[in-house]
T-cell receptor, first 116, second 112 residues
C-alpha cells in the first residue's frame, strides 16, 4: 500500500465556518506534511509532524490548526479563513524527516478548498 | 540554503517531439534529486529519482541523470505524447537541516 488518502477532495466554506481536512497513510511513515499550493505555483510547506509531534510550522496563521492523532492520521482544522486561503491543500508523508539518502515524499491527491 | 532552478515555460510541443526540461540546483552535501509530475486537477506523483552522482532515473520513457559537476538533473523524453501534458517539478530531497525543496515547475503542453 503506497497511498496517501485525503478527504474531502473538494470543500467550499464561508469565512465563518469551521471545517477539517483529513489525511491517512498506512506505509509506516513517521513524518507527515501539509502543503498549500496556489495555481501555477509549487507546493509551499505549512507544517511537518515527526513521530506525531509538530516539528515545523512555517509561520502559518493560527486560523490553520494541524493535528496528528496517531502515526497514520493527519488533520488540518480550518476556522475563519479568508478568500485568499483558497488553494489546493496537499498532504504528504515520508519514512522519516530530513533523512540521509533517499527522501522521497509521497503525496495525496489533495483537497481543493474554496473560501467564499 | 538549497535551491532549485528550472525553466518555467510554458513549453509547447507537437506529439512525438523530443523533450528537455532543464533543472539546476544549489545544495550543501549531496541530496537526492527528484522529478514530480502533476496532471491537471491532481496531486503530485513521483516520476523518477536519483540518489547519488551519475545515477540515472527513468520511468515511462522519461530519463534524468544526476550530474554533480554541472549541478544539473535535466529531464528528457524522446517522443512525447498528448497524455504527457502536465506540470513537472524538479526537487531536492530533504537532508539534515534542510527541507525538501521544489523548483517553480514547468508546464508542458503537447499538441496532437
Amino acid at each position: 500500500d503506497t497511498e496517501v488518502t485525503q478527504t474531502p477532495k473538494h470543500l467550499v466554506m464561508g469565512m465563518t465556518n469551521k471545517k477539517s481536512l483529513k489525511c491517512e497513510q498506512h506505509m509506516g511513515h513517521r513524518a507527515m506534511y501539509w502543503y498549500k499550493q496556489k495555481a501555477k505555483k509549487p507546493p509551499e510547506l505549512m507544517f511537518v509532524y515527526s513521530y506525531e509531534k509538530l516539528s515545523i510550522n512555517e509561520s502559518v496563521p493560527s486560523r490553520f490548526s494541524p493535528e496528528c492523532p496517531n502515526s497514520s492520521l493527519l488533520n488540518l482544522h480550518l476556522h475563519a479563513l479568508q478568500p485568499e486561503d483558497s488553494a489546493l491543500y496537499l498532504c504528504a508523508s515520508s519514512l522519516l524527516i530530513r533523512q540521509a539518502g533517499d527522501g522521497e515524499l509521497f503525496f495525496g491527491e489533495g483537497s481543493r478548498l474554496t473560501v467564499l | 540554503g538549497n535551491s532549485v532552478t528550472q525553466m518555467e515555460g510554458p513549453v509547447t510541443l507537437s506529439e512525438e517531439a523530443f523533450l528537455t526540461i532543464n533543472c539546476t540546483y544549489t545544495a550543501t552535501g549531496y541530496p537526492s534529486l527528484f522529478w514530480y509530475v502533476q496532471y491537471p486537477g491532481e496531486g503530485l506523483q513521483l516520476l523518477l529519482k536519483a540518489t547519488k552522482a551519475d545515477d540515472k532515473g527513468s520511468n515511462k520513457g522519461f530519463e534524468a541523470t544526476y550530474r554533480k559537476e554541472t549541478t544539473s538533473f535535466h529531464l528528457e523524453k524522446g517522443s512525447v505524447q498528448v497524455s504527457d501534458s502536465a506540470v513537472y517539478f524538479c526537487a531536492l530531497g530533504a537532508r539534515e537541516g534542510q527541507n525538501f525543496v521544489f523548483g517553480p515547475g514547468t508546464r508542458l503542453s503537447v499538441l496532437p
